[in-house]
């Protein structure tokens, strides 16, 4: 999810004696060696299963990610998951609503809840862009969890840049509809087995127009009746279940204008054009 030298400022707990700090039978170097190495300890853990482990796990926190804008620290979540009762740990990152950076044009400490609200829409496009995610409490209060994905190193990111990715193509459509202020080239996550997820989805949802991103490659191109059926999907479930899902975490406003967007993506049937009157591209880039 970051460059593995990032990941390591440790907590005050890192001077204890590894025999006094485990989990899950990790030790306390294990933890750090993999925070640095950017390892997901878990291997490939089911969604259900990874969203029972970040919503009722411990959360134990390893290291700072420096690089990041807001205080986000890479943690093991740990407890039983499955029928066997087994205890294994997940890497994770935490983002705690309190070490957010106000921002002039988002409202202050929604940070967290914007990027759960991008999971959910996720989930319901069954596209599976946006890794497990919850809203939690933790070491540092009330804040938003999310399962550490593994990428694959090998890739090029500025290669699939220029690629007619169907991967990223399905990031595009769903930006347009989160209204994703903020979608750069290091928020993409490819992984070993071709798929590509994205992360970093806290500037999402504003009611005014604001889509910055990277992703301009298909603008103005036709929908396919795949990408038509996933957003009338979305929009009528915005009415319901997911309309419901979303009020804890948005302002109605802000739900109202997303049924309105994809709404207006489904009329024109296209994805959309660069605005001339503002800025396409965040900055920076990557």
């Known amino acids: 999810m970051t460059q593995p030298e990032q990941a390591a400022e440790t907590d005050p707990d890192a001077a204890k004696p590894d025999t006094e700090q485990t989990v899950a039978g990790m030790t306390r170097s294990a933890m750090e060696a993999a925070a640095m190495a950017g390892r997901q300890v878990a291997g490939n853990l089911s969604g259900p299963d990874a969203l029972a482990l970040l919503r009722g796990g411990e959360l134990t926190v390893v290291g700072r990610l420096l690089a990041a804008s807001n205080a986000t620290f890479f943690c093991m979540a740990s407890g039983p998951v499955g029928g066997s009762g087994a205890v294994i740990a997940a890497s994770c990152v935490y983002k705690p609503i309190r070490g957010e950076r106000p921002l002039y044009d ?99 949802f504003a009611v005014a127009p604001k889509l910055r991103t990277i992703l301009w490659r298909w603008r103005g191109q036709k929908l396919t009746d795949e990408e038509c059926d996933v957003l009338a999907r979305l929009r009528d479930s915005l009415s319901g279940e997911l309309g419901e899902d979303l009020a804890s975490l948005l302002a109605p406003e802000e739900i109202s204008a997303t049924e309105r967007r994809i709404g207006a993506l489904l009329v024109h049937g296209r994805l959309p054009q660069p605005d001339q009157n503002r800025p396409a591209v965040p900055w920076p880039p990557y």
Do not use: Y
């Open 106 to 204: 988002f409202p202050d400490g929604t940070l967290a809840c914007r990027e759960v609200a991008a999971h959910a829409l996720s989930q319901a496009s069954g596209w599976d862009i946006v890794p497990p995610t919850v809203m939690r409490d933790g070491p540092f209060g009330e804040g938003m969890v999310q399962l550490w994905v593994e990428t694959d190193e090998s890739a090029n990111i500025a290669a699939l840049l220029d690629s007619d990715s169907p991967a990223l193509r399905r990031i595009a459509v769903l930006d347009a509809a989160l209204n994703n202020a903020d979608r750069k080239g290091g928020h993409l996550l490819p992984l070993s087995n071709g798929h590509i997820q994205g992360i970093d989805n806290g500037l999402c």
